[in-house]
């Protein structure tokens, strides 16, 4: 089973709106990370916001919030005041706390945001 | 403030070459990690570290090999490049394998092979 789900291979927004991408994610395991990356057109990851299993808030961080519904197993970012620059490519990836070990990353197959002018 | 720094962001290889993709790190942090990045599939785990000395085996190691002699440096080595090698390569790491520390990012090195 995938353990992390995007359902939304594209998706659009008029500047200055809000947006939210869809993120589910499946584990047993009580204690895990959950993290949200941009992937500009440039290339790189750029690691945006984290959101703990045992956190009892949402994360925020500047116009990116997170909606944590952990009984649902959904993380779902929020992006406010949507700018041009939020256009790329953007991953939902879990870190489990107790795997192998390693603790290793699980990435979604990513949504692509475009913000329209 | 470098990060985690990648070279050489492209290459192109023909097929049975070999080649190192290198990745450097200066945060002294004890978890690095690579992935390869394909269209649709997100990114997939190659091998991983946990601290010098130390490397594993992640989702699709076949054709790859590993090392780490120092803490800042964790290596990709391609024994016998194949087109099915063909990807986005990018290293990352994290100060621990914590659940809860998030991995940053090398910007990536687009491999090509003919």
């Known amino acids: 089973a995938q353990k992390i789900t995007q359902t939304q291979p594209g998706m659009f927004v008029q500047e200055k709106e809000a947006v939210t991408l869809d993120c589910t994610y499946d584990?047993?395991?009580?204690?895990?990370?959950l993290f949200w990356y941009k992937q500009p057109s440039s290339g790189e990851m750029i690691f945006l916001i984290y959101?703990?299993?045992?956190?009892?808030q949402n994360a925020t961080e500047g116009r990116y919030s997170l909606n944590f519904q952990k009984a649902r197993k959904s993380a779902n970012l929020v992006i406010s005041a949507s700018q041009l620059g939020d256009s790329a490519m953007y991953f939902c990836?879990?870190?489990?706390?107790?795997?192998?070990?390693?603790?290793?990353?699980?990435f979604g197959t990513g949504t692509r945001l475009t913000v329209i002018p | 403030n470098a990060g985690v720094t990648q070279t050489p962001k492209f290459q192109v290889l023909k097929t049975g070459q070999s080649m190192t993709l290198q990745c450097a790190q200066d945060?002294?942090?004890?978890?690095m990690s690579w992935y390869r990045q394909d269209p649709g599939m997100g990114l997939r785990l190659i091998h991983y570290?946990?601290?010098?000395?130390?490397?594993d085996q992640g989702e699709v190691p076949n054709g790859y090999n590993v090392s780490r002699s120092t803490t800042e440096d964790f290596p990709l080595r391609l024994l016998s490049a194949a087109p099915s090698q063909t990807s986005v390569y990018f290293c990352?790491?994290?100060?621990?394998?914590?659940?809860?520390?998030?991995?940053?990012f090398g910007d990536g090195t687009r491999l090509s092979i003919l």
């Open positions: 990352a790491s994290s100060y621990d394998f914590s659940a809860h520390q998030p991995q940053h």
């Open positions: 584990t047993s395991d009580p204690s895990y990370g």
């Open positions: 959101q703990g299993s045992y956190d009892q």
């Open positions: 990836a879990m870190r489990e706390g107790s795997g192998t070990g390693a603790n290793n990353l699980f």
């Open positions: 945060m002294n942090h004890e978890y």
């Open positions: 570290s946990v601290g010098a000395g130390i490397t």
